[in-house]
């Protein structure tokens, strides 16, 4: 099987695989910790956190913040449930790969491949679905640690530097769970480039390349970031 495999993956097979890796791995750390981060809207994002939890405080009845964090949270699991979908109906393909190959085989533009690079290819578009599922499923559960602590969060009447102090920790939790939804997100977009393999190398590495603008356009050129910045 592994020297069938071998025969069968191309250079520009590699070629894509490598550059897509590249791109998911190196996009993710330059949008989070890179040299501009702070002025992306993950940066952004984070001083309103920090306004949100400071007004929270100020506030003897938090009402609104609770149902906030409950839509965050049912924005989180409406993606973890897709992403259990998606996995089950991989799996499904899996089982019925012989089918999904003669379909295929019958568009126009697809290069042909045998069975094994046909799992390899469903094996990756399953390992990004899996790790999404496993950011969603995280965030989720640190939006809960969020209601727990906007619960025991302090009154107004508490010390300034101890509110202070909480705002900081609730704005720090509430970053984390949105890093983890985005990173999940992130995954969404790459596994749609991934799922242009199936019909060439090449188009899945041009499909790559596009996916990268797109995010950081979305991420550090968008009028949303304008907005946010003003």
């Known amino acids: 099987m592994i020297d069938s495999l071998t025969r069968q993956i191309s250079l520009p097979d590699t070629l894509a695989v490598v550059w897509f890796m590249a791109c998911w791995v190196g996009y993710g750390y330059f949008s989070e910790y890179g040299p501009i981060a702070r002025r992306g809207l993950i940066g952004i994002s984070h001083g309103y956190r920090v306004g949100w939890a400071r007004q929270m405080l100020a506030r003897e009845v938090r009402i609104v913040d609770s149902a906030l964090v409950g839509n965050l949270m049912t924005s989180v699991s409406f993606y973890a449930n897709t992403t259990i979908y998606i996995i089950a109906g991989l ?21 042909a491949a045998g069975r094994e690079l046909w799992e390899v290819k469903l094996l990756l578009l399953l390992g990004i679905f899996v790790f999404a599922y496993f950011k969603f499923t995280w965030a989720l559960r640190q939006f809960n640690l969020l209601s727990i602590l906007i619960g025991a969060a302090p009154m107004p009447s508490t010390d300034e530097a101890e509110r202070e102090r909480f705002a900081g920790k609730l704005a720090a939790v509430n970053t984390l769970a949105g890093d983890e939804f985005n990173r999940g997100i992130r995954a969404y977009y790459f596994g749609l480039a991934a799922l242009s393999w199936f019909v060439q190398p090449w188009l899945f590495l041009a499909v790559t390349t596009v996916i990268v603008a797109v995010l950081y356009r979305r991420d550090f050129a968008s009028r949303t970031l304008s907005v946010l910045r003003d």
């Open 91 to 111: 799996m499904a393909v899996l089982g019925t790969l012989d089918t999904a190959i003669s379909v295929a085989e019958g568009l126009p533009f697809t290069r």
